[in-house]
């Protein structure tokens, strides 16, 4: 991994920079996978135990817990070592866990382990959107839509996860997709751009105290970003599920859902930044909303998976771009540093992320999956409000 040696007013050398960028996409492209493989294994665990939807959200809830553990964690770490490096750590840890995950036989093992791999992975995740902005200021132009790009890529790897799983079995699957992602990571991850672990302490110092001064629209821009990962999050932990409960399809079919939404990110947000300033973050935000609305309704009245995955990929056009707007938002509020908007706004988001999912789980238990995704329809035409309210051009390309 290289030592970017930065002092104010310069940057690292383009080749660097270029390495680094391609190393962070990578890591944002294998992360993205492995949020595949889970996608794929959520109903098979829901099958191999024979759980319903409250038993399974028990589990969920198990990784959202572990998710909640990762904020303190981070912010421990990142102050003390540089934002690459514990991109590095920690992702050692989590991309093999997910083999670990497949191969639980004892629920309480099950448990611990999906604890542990909610913990590493969104630590993980943390760091590498970190390292993200550090490397998008060192280029000095936008490029965080394009790794959030590249994670959605990675997600479209569940239309190959589903089959294999169908045929080697659920712990099979886990071990070689973990082993196959983790040899990725390891040749990928030695260019991540990484500070001095001195500048990182003094860029924490300059940001102590920032709860004190939290302006209005980062609680909106931090309320707006929940419910974009929750919405992202039901896809990713009830996709799987819903095709197969709902819709009766093949276990082959199980990962078809999430990677054709996977695909339709992609390919939006690696448009999200001529979209920003071709319409503005406001317009493109609202009309983002609307399009999440109507997906997620057409998804609850498809009369079978061919007819959903048209909606699947709509779904993926309207979120593609809430995250990436909010985040540079966050980085530019007047009176806040950068850090601390992005801190506050990505660690709600992931939160949602990781619990929203489970609490779905209980409400489909009493009135099913598909009320479950016309309310969520109901929760992203509302969002469209808090894009509305929010003043000025806060995401205007630099």
């Not at 706004?345 to 099913?368: D, Q, R, W």
Request: glycine share 10%; charged share 10%; proline share 5%.
């Amino acid at each position: 991994m290289s030592e970017a040696a930065v002092t104010s007013g310069t940057s690292a050398p383009a080749g660097e920079i270029r390495r680094a960028r391609i190393a962070v996409s990578a890591v944002f492209f294998l992360l993205g996978a492995e949020m595949a493989v889970w996608a794929v294994m959520v109903p098979l665990i829901r099958l191999k135990f024979g759980w319903d939807e409250a038993e399974l959200s028990r589990l969920l809830l198990a990784f959202g817990a572990g998710s909640i553990m990762a904020v303190p964690t981070a912010s421990f770490i990142l102050k003390r070592l540089p934002h690459g490096r514990v991109t590095s750590l920690f992702g050692f840890i989590s991309l093999p866990l997910i083999g670990f995950v497949g191969l639980a036989s004892s629920v309480p093992i099950l448990f611990l382990l999906v604890f542990v791999q909610g913990w590493m992975l969104a630590v993980t995740d943390i760091a590498m959107n970190a390292n993200a902005v550090e490397l998008e200021d060192e280029a000095q132009k936008p490029i965080v839509s394009s790794f959030h790009a590249w994670f959605s890529l990675g997600g479209f790897l569940g239309v190959f996860f589903g089959p294999l799983a169908a045929s080697v079995g659920l712990a099979q699957m886990g071990v070689l997709a973990a082993a196959i992602l983790t040899l990725a990571f390891a040749f990928m991850q030695r260019h991540l751009l990484a500070r001095r672990v001195k500048q990182v302490k003094a860029a924490a110092s300059r940001g102590a105290g920032w709860w004190r001064n939290i302006k209005w629209i980062i609680v909106i821009l931090a309320l707006a970003n929940l419910t974009a990962y929750a919405l992202e999050g039901t896809v990713v932990d009830w996709s799987g599920v819903y095709i197969e409960k709902v819709l009766g399809a093949d276990p082959a079919m199980f990962g078809v859902g999430f990677a054709v939404f996977s695909v339709a990110m992609a390919a939006m947000r690696f448009s999200g930044d001529i979209l920003r300033s071709r319409f503005g973050a406001r317009r493109l935000l609202a009309a983002s909303c609307i399009v999440a609305a109507l997906s997620y309704a057409a998804i609850a009245t498809a009369p079978n998976v061919w007819w959903s995955l048209p909606a699947y990929f709509c779904l993926g056009l309207g979120l593609a771009n809430l995250v990436p707007i909010l985040f540079v938002a966050a980085a530019r509020v007047p009176g806040v540093t950068a850090g601390s908007g992005i801190a506050l706004v990505a660690g709600l988001g992931y939160v949602g992320f990781l619990t929203f999912p489970p609490i779905v789980g209980f409400i489909a238990a009493t009135y099913g999956l598909s009320s479950v995704f016309l309310g969520l329809a109901m929760v992203a035409a509302l969002t469209t409000f808090i894009a509305v309210a929010m003043p000025g051009k806060p995401s205007s390309p630099s």
